[in-house]
């Protein structure tokens, strides 16, 4: 990322808002078809299990109490034409309630259910002519009842199927809008927790960005200039090493810096301080708070403008809106074929974004740094253009500028101050800048005054170097008498010398000599000592030795015993015992003698001891003189 130019950067982040809008733009698009599809579901709701509900109750009421049976009940009491067309109201919603649940569709267990009903209705429908007819026959009702006897079972058996139907599809249903509502839910939670890290992790880059990336360094190189302009060129320039357009500032003021120094170098004879203060070449603005806002067809046709574009360009609204983007370039590149690819790609939905020259009204030229993004319907088409730009055209004359006076005074030129008026931060550095030249200017003509200065000392020099060299051939022969004396009595006191330093040699390596032999002396004593400490203890082995030598010999007596008591079968453990009892006194004998042979050693080191400590008190004596 350090690596990186400024204006790649701003064109990465800019890319990263596109980005960013896309993902918005397909979240409420991802949105829109959940609730598309909630709303379906309960369109489909509404439309099958909720409509047949209504006409299941407009049915059960034409049936139940109150209805056709309960009114055809009355009638066979009352035989009254009120009731009799009670009876055929009935029937009649009846079937109409049937052809209403038919029509929102039904499934073979439900065509049976409404068949079942429609065949009791008809039932009742037959019961009702059997009435009319022997009506005026002055039968009791109990008669009639028994004439017309009809079993309604079937029909409220359907009634209860159909509702067990229905009451399912609602539970299915209302299951199914719940899990589209809960996906709809969890989709915009997800969206919003992705757009909220978006949105923090872009807020972090544009901070560090404005604060490190480009801030600090600004703020650094300002620091750095200013103590330039106090004549300090020690430390070194800030960014130098950076691959971007503060690393070429840098490496423009770093040649401010080593003229410093060198100009500082040749008023150290003067003991003036060489102030200088260069300028950086300008700074480059950051993507600006406002912009410019234009609007196109996929043609390049302009639609609309806001009011920062107008007032960048010169033109009014009304002279843009219908014209073509065109209007804006120079003609050779709107006859080129790279502008009629540039309009192709934008029409096919892809993003362009760098810096363009435009010209505005009245052929102003106008550098901007701009972004063309095409803008998608919801099935994913173009329908439209929309540029975000900034006006640069500011920015690109100060770096110009700059780096023209840059090269100049880098050539040694100090005719090279900027006069044109700019604005912001430019101008601190323009102001900056011409205040470097002027110093540079009084200090180069206070090196010519000091250059005279000089010169005429010299010639001062030179004069009172003659009338020295005239004095000194006259002591030139005196000198050369007293040199041929001095040099007889110094090979004399050579010879004294080399004798007095020949002694000295001789007596330090004697001293030196001495000196080993006592080391020698202290490590053969230590020797004597650690040998004495090793003999006692080699003794203590010999006796323990003794001590399991006269124990197995115990032992083999006591085996040899008791093999004479087992008679034949102890014989063979018997020569095994006299076996052991005579390498036990093999033992014994061996660890007697070696006892002696450790004994009479330790005596003659414990002499050789006394006589080296005796040796080594008469060395440390001589040693010591």
């Known amino acids: 990322m350090l690596k990186l130019k400024i204006s790649t950067i701003g064109i990465i982040v800019s890319v990263c808002l596109v980005i960013f809008g896309g993902i918005l733009a397909a979240s409420s698009y991802r949105n829109y078809i959940g609730v598309e599809e909630l709303s379906a579901s309960w369109d489909e709701f509404a439309d099958g299990p909720a409509e047949r509900s209504s006409d299941l109750q407009k049915l059960t ?63 009742y429908e037959d019961g009702l002519a059997i009435i009319e007819t022997v009506a005026d026959q002055g039968l009791m009702p109990m008669m009639i009842d028994n004439m017309v006897k009809i079993d309604d079972s079937a029909a409220f058996s359907g009634l209860a199927t159909l509702r067990n139907i229905l009451d399912q599809a609602v539970v299915d249903k209302s299951a199914q809008i719940h899990s589209a509502v809960l996906n709809v839910e969890r989709f915009m939670l997800i969206s919003s927790l992705v757009m909220i890290g978006l949105v923090a992790a872009l807020v972090a880059f544009l901070v560090w960005f ?139 939905g ?66 090279c101050r900027i006069d044109s008026q700019w604005s912001g931060e430019f101008e601190e550095v323009r102001l900056a800048f011409n205040k470097t030249i002027d110093q540079l200017s009084n200090i180069v003509g206070q090196l010519h005054g000091t250059s005279g200065a000089l010169k005429s000392a010299t010639g001062e020099i030179l004069s009172g170097a003659n009338d020295l060299s005239e004095r000194t051939t006259k002591q030139a022969a005196t000198v050369e008498e007293t040199s041929a004396t001095v040099e007889q009595l110094s090979n004399t006191v050579m010879q004294s010398a080399d004798k007095a330093d020949e002694a000295n040699v001789n007596s330090k390596t004697l001293a030196k000599t001495a000196e080993m032999t006592g080391e020698t002396v202290d490590l053969a004593t230590q020797a004597m000592e650690r040998i004495t400490t090793s003999s006692a203890k080699i003794s203590n082995v010999i006796g323990m030795i003794d001590d399991i030598a006269f124990q197995t010999n115990l032992l083999a007596l006591n085996a040899s015993v008791e093999a004479a008591r087992a008679g034949e079968a102890g014989k063979g453990f018997a020569v095994v015992a ?34 080296v400590v005796s040796a080594a008190e008469k060395i440390k004596e001589m040693i010591t003189g």
């Not at 309630?97 to 039932?123: H, K």
């Not at 200039?225 to 070194?236: F, I, R, T, V």
């Not at 009892?581 to 042979?597: D, F, G, H, P, T």
Request: one cysteine or more; a negative charge; aromatic letters at 8%.
């Open 61 to 123: 009421s034409a049936l139940g109490y109150g209805g056709m049976v309960h009114q055809f009940k009355i009638y066979v009491l009352r035989q009254d034409p009120a009731t009799q067309q009670s009876v055929e109201a009935s029937i009649l919603a009846a079937r109409s309630a049937i052809e209403a649940y038919r029509v929102s569709g039904t499934n073979a267990q439900e065509e049976q259910a409404l068949n079942d009903i429609e065949a009791v209705i008809g039932e």
């Open 210 to 348: 404005t604060a490190f990336r480009l801030g600090r360094p600004l703020n650094e190189m300002s620091d750095y200039m200013h103590q330039m302009a106090s004549g300090d060129y020690e430390q070194e320039v800030p960014s130098k090493n950076r691959a971007d357009e503060l690393g070429d500032m840098a490496q423009a003021v770093e040649i401010f810096r080593q003229n410093g120094l060198k100009i500082q170098q040749f008023e150290k004879d003067t003991q003036q301080q060489l102030i200088v203060a260069a300028d950086n070449g300008g700074k480059i603005s950051a993507i600006g708070k406002s912009q410019a806002v234009i609007e196109f067809d996929l043609e390049g046709n302009i639609k609309d403008a806001n009011e920062n574009f107008l007032a960048t360009t010169g033109y009014s609204l009304d002279e843009i809106v219908g014209r073509h983007h065109s209007m804006f370039c120079d003609p050779a590149y709107v006859n080129s074929p790279e502008y009629k690819d540039f309009w192709k790609k934008l029409g096919s």
């Open 350 to 415: 892809e993003y362009e974004a760098g810096e363009y020259q435009r010209f505005g009204k009245n052929n102003a030229m106008v550098w901007i740094l701009a972004s063309y993004n095409p803008i998608f319907d919801p099935e994913g088409n173009p329908v439209k253009v929309v540029k975000y730009a900034t006006n640069i055209s500011e920015r690109k004359a100060a770096t110009e500028a700059l780096s023209n006076g840059l090269k100049n005074l880098a050539d040694g030129n100090l005719d």
């Open 578 to 611: 006299v076996e052991v009892r005579r390498l036990a006194q093999s033992a014994a004998e061996a660890s007697s003698e070696v006892k002696q042979l450790v004994e009479q050693s330790a005596s003659e080191v414990g002499t050789g001891s006394k006589h």
